[in-house]
């Protein structure tokens, strides 16, 4: 017996899935996340979850790990002390930046802090210009001088970024090799291995991105090999990359910035495949967590990759999953600021010491603790009974927030309820009605440990009429793990106007990124069936400063893909900024490649229709405060694990599972499909 195993592990708890290959059995585990060294959890996890289907890790023939170690490191501004060498002239374009303020409209917001300070950004004389020709060579010497004098500073990374190092690597790749020899203990990145592309800012930072969080996932990665081959797990282990694929961990530990949204994109893969099950291609995903909400549109089946994106306040080129996240989670604090008003996260209470309710010395209230005093959430333990829960002391927690606002405990614990989920409806029209989509159109997947708790609500307050609640919503993201592909993306800028005098280039540049690609496959072992590459263009008219990705067609490079590549580029502007200017030229700026080693995925079988009934699967009865229903309302309490495929439900209702909480508002019929998804639907 091989069990496919998939762990991510987040801000509050660790989640385990396995799965296994020969009988389709699906069973998920969860723990407590160990903040102080995560890989400890993840150990526990794979040490409980296999012990829970009498097998030992050695049984494990794929391990997958989704983490949030880069993004909580960069956003706590834990990383190492890190240098930057750069062209003569260009070190405060680290500082310098855009010139723009995070927020247009607020004049007391800060930037966030610079990674490496000013006495650590240091120039040596080299130049090249835009066409690769070079004006002033390398300077070997300075260089030198220089990595000894940021090794004389203590540093533990060193970042290299050269003016159009992208076009030319010559000067980069010198500067690597001196670093290997004079400064070989230290993590070093030179800027075209992480960010091959144009707009010298943006590069700089991905460059000291990534040095600065180099030596914190080396050191957590060697960790987590040491704990699972201690174990007895002969298994390769594969991390996710923030654009939904997983590489090995040996990539993983050279590309760290590549896994800032490494955690919340397996949960969109994992969404993708159940709403492909269950019927549904066009889905909001919405994963509520302990410490924040991660959402994002899926159009067609498909998410939106984006090439770039700004990750709490630093720009970072690579390849990821158009993603929005906010902070609003389970362990979200209510509080009340200085206006009087309440107020909800993006402080958590985290996994230590966690909500109120918890016991473990927490006075604050947060979402948790609103939902245990308004009985949505199990009054008495969480996990199947293995966490207990405190409600006297929820209570005590709200009514003094309560007093404070001069509200009674339910009015209080319902407001916390009703700001943190215009929090989160605020996340989704980012990511829809902002870019044009009604999410009235879309079904709204709710998961997460907290998602199903609060997607009634927030369906309601976007009047998104269906919401998808996964079999077990609570681990979709450790369960993406097992649904996702080895991936890997190369990216060159060369810049062209579309025409036929481009055609020449525009093969080589494909050519030489296969040639990259192809090097990737035989790294990680990936035989010639499994192989996949995936061509896109960034496009834009003359005297735009913004690309929209267009896919290339399969095939040979000519005339019919520059067509193809025209009329999807003029279709993909229409939608995005509502018109089409005919007569401006149309540029070339990026060469893209998407390779996926294409790996066994845990696959799902349709259940029999057992009828609407769900008498069974009753276990209790709660009363529950509904402001829809005017108060207090007695609901039935439901066991998930005792649902059949065609049983329905209809509202106010609640179903529990070991994982999460799905509330059914009144007016709402749930019901399971073959897949035992659980669909809720107005009326």
């Given at each position: ?109 800060d930037k966030p802090p610079v990674l490496v300070p000013r006495d650590l950004r240091l120039e040596v004389p080299e130049r090249l210009r835009h066409d690769g020709s070079v004006e002033i060579p390398l300077d070997e010497a300075a260089f030198r ?539």
């Open positions: 017996m091989t069990w496919r195993v998939g762990v991510d592990s987040g801000g509050t708890f660790t989640d385990v899935c396995l799965f296994d290959d020969a009988t389709g059995r699906v069973e998920v585990w969860k723990v407590a996340s160990t903040p102080d060294d995560p890989s400890r959890g993840i150990a526990d996890g794979v040490a409980e979850g296999t012990s829970r289907v009498d097998a030992v890790p050695a049984a494990i023939g794929y391990f997958g790990h989704g983490t949030t170690v880069a993004t909580n490191t960069l956003i706590q501004h834990r990383g190492v002390r890190t240098g930057l060498i750069t062209t003569e002239g260009f070190r405060d374009l680290l500082e310098i930046g855009r010139q723009k303020r995070p927020d247009l409209y607020d004049l007391q917001i001088a220089a990595v000894r004098q940021l090794r004389a500073a203590g540093v533990q990374a060193v970042a290299v970024c050269f003016l159009y190092g992208f076009v030319r690597t010559d000067h980069e790749e010198t500067a690597r090799r001196i670093l290997a020899e004079d400064f070989p203990e230290a993590f070093a990145c030179v800027s075209h291995q992480v960010a091959p592309e144009f707009r010298e800012f943006e590069r700089m930072s991905t460059a000291v991105v990534n040095a600065y969080l180099g030596p914190v996932i080396r050191g957590y990665i060697e960790r987590l090999a040491g704990r699972l081959a201690g174990l007895g797990m002969t298994a390769t282990p594969h991390l996710t990359q923030s654009n939904g694929g997983v590489i090995g961990f040996e990539q993983a530990a050279r590309l760290p910035v590549r896994t800032v949204l490494s955690g919340p994109s397996t949960g969109v893969v994992g969404a993708q495949a159940v709403g492909r099950l269950a019927g549904y291609s066009d889905m909001i995903t919405f994963d509520m967590g302990g410490t924040s909400t991660d959402v994002a549109l899926l159009q067609g089946g498909a998410c939106r990759m984006a090439s770039e994106a700004v990750v709490h306040g630093y720009p970072i080129k690579a390849p990821m999953l158009d993603i929005h996240t906010v902070g609003a989670g389970g362990g979200s604090i209510a509080f009340v600021d200085s206006g009087g008003l309440l107020k909800v996260g993006p402080r958590s209470a985290g996994a230590d010491p966690g909500p109120v309710c918890y016991g473990r010395g927490n006075t604050e209230p947060t979402v948790t603790d609103a939902n245990v005093v308004l009985g949505t959430l199990n009054p008495t333990h969480l996990l199947g009974g293995r966490m207990a829960v405190r409600r006297d002391l929820a209570d005590a927690a709200i009514e003094r927030l309560a007093a404070t606002l001069g509200m009674g405990k339910m009015a209080t614990a319902q407001g916390i309820i009703s700001v943190v989920t215009a929090n989160m409806a605020r996340a989704i029209r980012v990511i829809s009605v902002q870019r044009g989509h009604d999410p009235r159109d879309y079904t709204l997947v709710a998961f997460g440990g907290a998602g199903p708790l609060h997607a009634a609500r927030l369906a309601a307050a976007l009047d998104i009429g269906r919401i998808l609640v996964p079999r077990n919503p609570g681990i979709l993201c450790a369960m993406g793990l097992l649904l996702t592909d080895l991936r890997a993306d190369f990216a060159s800028t060369r810049l062209h106007t579309l025409s036929t005098a481009a055609l020449p280039d525009i093969a080589d540049a494909f050519r030489v990124l296969a040639a990259q690609a192809d090097v990737w496959f035989t790294e990680e072992g990936i035989e010639a069936p499994a192989r996949r590459l995936t061509r896109t263009v960034d496009m834009r008219y003359a005297g735009q400063n913004y690309e929209l990705a267009i896919p290339l067609p399969d095939g040979p490079i000519g005339p019919a893909s520059l067509e193809a590549l025209a009329e999807a580029f003029a279709a993909a502007h229409q939608r995005m900024y509502g018109f089409v200017a005919e007569d401006d030229p149309m540029q070339l700026v990026t060469f893209r490649v998407e390779a996926a080693g294409i790996v066994p995925k845990a696959t799902f079988k349709p259940q029999p229709d057992a009828g609407p009934d769900t008498a069974s699967a009753i276990i209790a009865r709660r009363d529950v405060w509904l402001p829809e229903a005017g108060g207090f309302v007695t609901c039935p309490v439901y066991d998930r694990d005792h649902l059949r495929a065609g049983n329905r439900i209809a509202g106010p209702a609640i179903v529990e599972q070991m994982d999460a909480t799905t509330v059914v508002l009144p007016g709402m019929v749930a019901r399971v499909e073959p897949y035992l998804n659980l669909v809720m639907e107005t009326e």
